[in-house]
């Protein structure tokens, strides 16, 4: 009994000297939470910029003259230099778990990225769910300190808005750092990464008195892809090109998709409820061929311009109008991206290595400067399913 | 704690399934999707044939011998010095096996997780626990697994399922492209990580299982369901995050279940998703140590191995902290040092009693 006993007291000290789980804790006073981290080039190395949070405004009930975020700067010849510089600058840690947003720099996007990517997987802090954005013809850190409305916390309000545009706007794309280093690693694909850009001043944008205005002067916007080659930026989409990108990729979820009446005299919006695409590749005298195919399914949602539309004629020929425009703006995106940026966005190259493994290793070496000849044809077919909660177009008559 | 132990066959079928997706759950589809790439999946398909086999020679070595383990055999076989010799072999076998295993946990704990935590001091902690379950006794550990399979089982299912959604069969792509030889050097390593090792297993099985019916289906039946999850871990990985993007992470399936994400609502689950893989690797490395302490016993003919449970567990953890100076040379030594080495007690050993039996039976005869 008084073994047991001896035994029981020295089991329940050993347990609880050792699984109180003390041994490196941070309490949450202790961390600075970065919500968004910008990279950008400087003369010998990087510029690290952290969002973080300023915890007491942001579960603030009142409103107060202080921002619910802080951004700090720090240089360094790497990455992780910089970051451990930050603790001179900041008063806590920096937490890196809950970071929502990684922003490169253009000019940083423009040297290459893929030194930087190393550091953001490498170390342990950081999760894989953040998005990855180039700031469009700007420095990260400027971008980080604008205030925006609504949400809080800018980094999530990006976050956030890159989400919901990226269900519902063709032109938009979420890029994770998974994704990213994939297709930088691998054969035949290149890719690519959605800008982020200001509208307004950004002096004005880093003020509180920013968000204190109805509309926001200083805000951001999401909607264009930067086409990179290797690990390097080369040029933007504009937001066409963008839209076709996603068509021809099967990103696209659902959209909003414009057309032109025939007497082009108003117009026609479909919303896209589904689209996808298929590639294939046929071989022709040792030449490749690709065939696209994008399928794009959706309801009339907006007409400007009279058309009897119950006709089962008239949905035929906007089908036939409809699927001609867009095959148009595709087959042309195709011919731009061959020639202004010669590089294999579409991952026509890994769609030879995963179908024809055979024929990709006779044309691997090559395939760079091969793609911009290549033949694509892209078609696409729209199909109406419904017209909305009305029928024809109202016939209001106009003053002249 | 008197009297013979037992345990019943059912607990020896989660045991060989623990044991082999023990480690090789977390380091499997790193180094497959390194050897055979786009293939890698079919590495261990082709590893789960030739396991087979083997696992059925394994059986047919214990149904000759029903009451000899492992010590009794050698000595019986090759004499009392030569017998204590290979014994001796065997039980360092089993301990580095064991040293490597716990480093592994240790290692994985303190690069994803723990980050500031001293890696001896997870050592010391984990391997109290499994001290502590040997010192109890095989049943009691079969009970515990009794206990915690269908945890293991949840959590594996959870990871997988939900996973499946953002597979992308592209990724593999294209099949069958790699030479043979690269997929039969992934079959091998596979089977160096999850099915050699099974030999210890049989250091328990021959004589603590009394059931013998219909044994080799049963077995077979487990230790396919076994590989057909590693099959699942290593192409879910290599769809999910590519291939290239696999063979760069330590623990790809811990990068699995972090990128892990339902609707927004269930994500960032990764912690208790990895608890499944701290069980299976304590089932592991219990059985590894349970492996080499009684053999030990036997050897030093100690009336109870238990009084052996604690200095040998000392030396393991000490072991452990040696055994591996870095991960970049564990990974090296798993590629090349440690194939050879489990293939040694996995294929030429029982090869080794197999002939000796045969031999024997021809003396008897004539």
């Known amino acids: 009994m008084k073994r047991r006993l001896l035994l029981l007291s020295f089991t329940l000290l050993f347990l609880l000297t050792s699984l109180t789980g003390c041994w490196s804790k941070r309490e949450l006073d202790e961390i600075a939470i970065a919500t968004g981290l910008g990279l950008d080039k400087?003369?010998?190395g990087y510029k690290f910029t952290v969002q973080i949070i300023n915890p007491a405004e942001v579960a603030a009930k009142t409103i107060s003259t202080r921002t619910a975020v802080t951004?700090?700067?720090?240089?360094?010849?790497?990455?992780?230099?910089?970051?451990r510089g930050l603790t001179d600058k900041a008063p806590r840690k920096?937490?890196?778990?809950?970071?929502r947003k990684v922003v490169f720099g253009e000019e940083l996007a423009r040297d290459g990225i893929s030194e930087t990517l190393d550091f953001l997987t490498r170390d342990h802090e950081f999760r894989t769910d953040f998005h990855i954005a180039v700031a469009k013809g700007m420095e990260a850190h400027d971008l980080l300190t604008i205030l925006t409305p609504m949400e809080k916390i800018p980094a999530n309000?990006?976050?956030?808005?890159?989400?919901?545009?990226?269900e519902y706007w063709a032109p938009s794309l979420i890029i994770k750092i998974q994704q990213l280093i994939s297709t930088i690693l691998e054969d035949g694909k290149e890719p690519v990464i959605s800008g982020v850009y200001n509208v307004g001043d950004i002096k004005r944008g880093s003020n509180l008195s920013n968000v204190e205005d109805v509309g926001a002067p200083t805000d951001v916007r999401v909607d264009s892809l930067g086409v990179f080659k290797g690990d390097q930026l080369i040029g933007w989409m504009d937001q066409l090109q963008s839209t076709s990108y996603n068509y021809i990729m099967g990103n696209v979820k659902n959209t909003a998709e414009y057309f032109e009446c025939k007497d082009k005299e108003g117009s026609i919006t479909l919303e896209v409820m589904e689209a996808s695409s298929n590639k294939t590749v046929?071989?022709?005298?040792g030449e490749p061929h690709f065939n696209v195919e994008v399928s794009v399914e959706g309801n009339i949602a907006d007409v400007e311009c009279q058309i009897d539309l119950m006709k089962l004629d008239t949905i035929k020929q906007l089908e036939k109008h409809f699927s001609e425009q867009l095959s148009i703006l595709f087959n042309d995106t195709v011919s731009d991206v061959q020639e202004d940026f010669k590089s294999d966005v579409f991952g026509f190259g890994d769609l030879i290595h995963r179908t024809k493994p055979k024929y990709w290793r006779t044309i691997k070496d090559g395939w760079e400067e091969q793609f911009p000849e290549v033949e694509v044809t892209v078609e696409a077919t729209v199909k109406i399913n419904r017209t909305g909660t009305i029928s024809n177009p109202y016939e209001f008559k106009k003053e002249e | 704690m008197h009297g013979k132990e037992e345990i019943n066959l059912r607990q020896f079928l989660l045991f060989l399934f623990l044991f082999v997706i023990g480690t090789s759950i977390l380091l499997s589809p790193s180094s497959l999707a390194n050897i055979a790439k786009e293939s890698a999946w079919l590495s261990v398909v082709v590893g789960m044939m030739i396991g087979v086999a083997i696992i059925l020679f394994y059986l047919l070595i214990s149904i000759w011998y029903p009451d000899h383990n492992i010590v009794d055999l050698n000595r019986l076989l090759f004499g009392k010095w030569v017998g204590t010799i290979f014994t001796l072999f065997f039980i360092v076998f089993a301990l580095v096996s064991a040293a490597t295993v716990l480093w592994t946990i240790g290692h994985f704990m303190v690069t994803q997780m723990l980050h500031e935590t001293p890696q001896p001091f997870i050592h010391i902690l984990f391997m109290f626990v499994v001290i502590y379950g040997v010192y109890l006794g095989i049943e009691t550990i079969a009970r515990t697994s009794e206990l915690l399979f269908p945890y293991v089982v949840l959590l594996l299912t959870i990871v997988f399922v939900f996973s499946i959604?953002?597979?992308?069969?592209?990724?593999i792509k294209p099949f069958f492209d790699i030479g043979a030889q690269d997929i039969v050097k992934g079959a091998w390593f596979d089977l160096s990580i999850s099915t050699f090792p099974l030999m210890v297993l049989f250091m328990v099985y021959p004589k603590l299982v009394q059931e013998k019916k219909s044994v080799g289906k049963k077995v077979t039946i487990a230790y396919i369901l076994a590989m057909l999850t590693i099959l699942a871990a290593t192409f879910i990985t290599t769809t999910v995050l590519g291939v290239e993007y696999t063979h760069h992470h330590i623990y790809p399936t811990y990068v699995l279940a972090k990128t892990l994400n339902i609707e927004g609502l269930i994500q960032r689950i990764e912690v208790i998703i990895a608890v499944s893989w701290i069980l299976t690797i304590f089932f592991k490395l219990s059985l590894y140590f349970y492996a080499a302490v009684t053999a030990l016993s036997q050897v030093l003919k100690v009336n109870s191995y238990r009084s052996l449970t604690f200095p040998l567990g000392i030396f393991v953890i000490v072991l452990s902290l040696i055994v591996y100076p870095s991960s970049i040379y564990a990974s090296e030594w798993n590629q090349t040092t440690w194939i050879y080495y489990s293939a040694t007690f996995g294929v030429l050993y029982p090869l080794l009693i197999a002939i000796a039996t045969l031999i024997r039976k021809l003396f008897k005869r004539s």
């Open chain 1, 94 to 99: 920096v937490y890196l778990s809950h970071i």
């Open chain 1, 157 to 166: 309000k990006m976050y956030f808005s890159m989400q919901t545009s990226s």
């Open chain 1, 71 to 83: 951004t700090y700067t720090s240089e360094g010849r790497s990455l992780f230099e910089a970051l």
């Open chain 2, 165 to 171: 959604p953002s597979m992308n069969l592209n990724k």
């Open chain 1, 42 to 44: 400087t003369e010998n």
């Open chain 1, 282 to 285: 046929t071989i022709k005298d």
